[in-house]
T-cell receptor, first 113, second 109 residues
């Protein structure tokens, strides 16, 4: 009965590879988000989608591309991975908008070698 | 954009002690949340509190929106309270949840 789930939990890969992280929520929420937590624990929003429509697209390299096949899923695809992409990526969701409480997934720790 | 400042950055307590964590923000907000990131990295929702006071067991929070601050109180701390506590806000007119840098709490037995 996990509310917001992510796969995989850990991802270790080589520079230059392409990888995807999947996120699913079973809360019936309309809005989903991706956040990045860097090595200093600082959390910053990357993207948000409302009912499959892109709402927030922060200053993120265009190697990062979110995809929302339906409002319960928001995947993150990363091309040509770089060392600096190593971080923990969190997915989150909220009922309607960011004015509502956001609930976070368990995170995906990405390590680029 | 909005600035979110948390204090203190680090806090070390003995089990059983009480503590107060503070979050100051620079503009009006439509959302304010407190999170606990445990040592395993999970982000746990503590309070959704854009204004007013709430209590949940040993934890309580107060947000004074007109004065642009929020306080998180932890009473009778336990070792399981260790971790990083984040305050996050959504500025009026924005869609972005902006996080503070967190307060790292260590509770010693």
């Amino acid at each position: 009965d996990t509310a917001v789930s992510q796969t995989p939990k850990y991802l270790v890969t080589q520079m230059g590879n392409d990888k995807s992280i999947k996120c699913e929520q079973n809360l019936g929420h309309d809005t989903m988000y991706w956040y990045k937590q860097d090595s200093k624990k600082f959390l910053k929003i990357m993207f948000s989608y409302n009912n499959k429509e892109l709402i927030i697209n922060e200053t993120v390299p265009n190697r990062f591309s979110p995809k929302s096949p339906d409002k319960a899923h928001l995947n993150l695809h990363i091309n040509s991975l770089e060392l600096g992409d190593s971080a923990v990526y969190f997915c989150a969701s909220s009922l309607v908008s960011s004015y509502n409480e956001q609930f976070f997934g368990p995170g995906t720790r990405l390590t680029v070698l | 954009g909005i600035q979110v400042e948390q204090s203190p950055p680090d806090l070390i307590l003995q089990e059983g002690a009480n503590s107060t964590l503070r979050c100051n923000f620079s503009d009006s907000v439509n959302n304010l949340q407190w999170f606990h990131q445990n040592p395993w990295g999970q982000l746990i929702n503590l309070f959704y509190i854009p204004s007013g006071t709430k209590q949940n067991g040993r934890l309580s929070a107060t947000t004074v929106a007109t004065e642009r601050y929020s306080l998180l109180y932890i009473s009778s701390s336990q070792t399981t309270d260790s971790g990083v506590y984040f305050c996050a806000v959504v500025q009026g007119g924005s869609e972005k949840l902006v996080f503070g840098k967190g307060t790292k709490l260590t509770v010693n037995p």
